[in-house]
Nanobody, 122 residues
Framework: QVQLVESGGGLVQAGDSLRLSCAASGRAFSTYAMAWFRQAPGKEREFVASISRSGGSTYYADSVKGRFTISKNNAKNTVYLQMNSLKPEDTAVYYC???????????????WGQGTQVTVSS
């Protein structure tokens, strides 16, 4: 099992940037594929981005492609989500998740963080 703790959320204006971090502890971080999901009020949790164990492959939701970048530092046991050109519709609680293999599907991820709130004002 791996324990995940997100940080870096906050209140920003449209067009601003934020970088979310997710620190992992427990089993060797390099053995996990990681992902970010988000959930807005009244909506289902949705896929944002995922990254392979090595960090060599990344995948994005169409809604964030070109604006968000996921990265993984196995030496620091941390995964990041750099979010640029933020929009009000990006407002949500953002969760990081870990899995044995890379996926876009929430059910594939067995370990989750507690989430960090991102609010983008117009």
């Amino acid at each position: 099992q791996v324990q995940l703790v997100e940080s870096g959320g906050g209140l920003v204006q449209a067009g601003d940037s934020l970088r979310l971090s997710c620190a992992a502890s427990g089993r060797a971080f390099s053995t996990y594929a990681m992902a970010w999901f988000r959930q807005a009020p009244g909506k289902e949790r949705e896929f944002v981005a995922s990254i392979s164990r090595s960090g060599g492959s990344t995948y994005y939701a169409d809604s964030v492609k070109g604006r968000f970048t996921i990265s993984k530092n196995n030496a620091k046991n941390t995964v990041y989500l750099q979010m640029n050109s933020l929009k009000p519709e990006d407002t949500a609680v953002y969760y990081c998740a870990a899995s044995d293999f890379v996926s876009r599907v929430a059910a594939a991820f067995g370990s989750w963080g507690q989430g960090t709130q991102v609010t983008v004002s117009s």
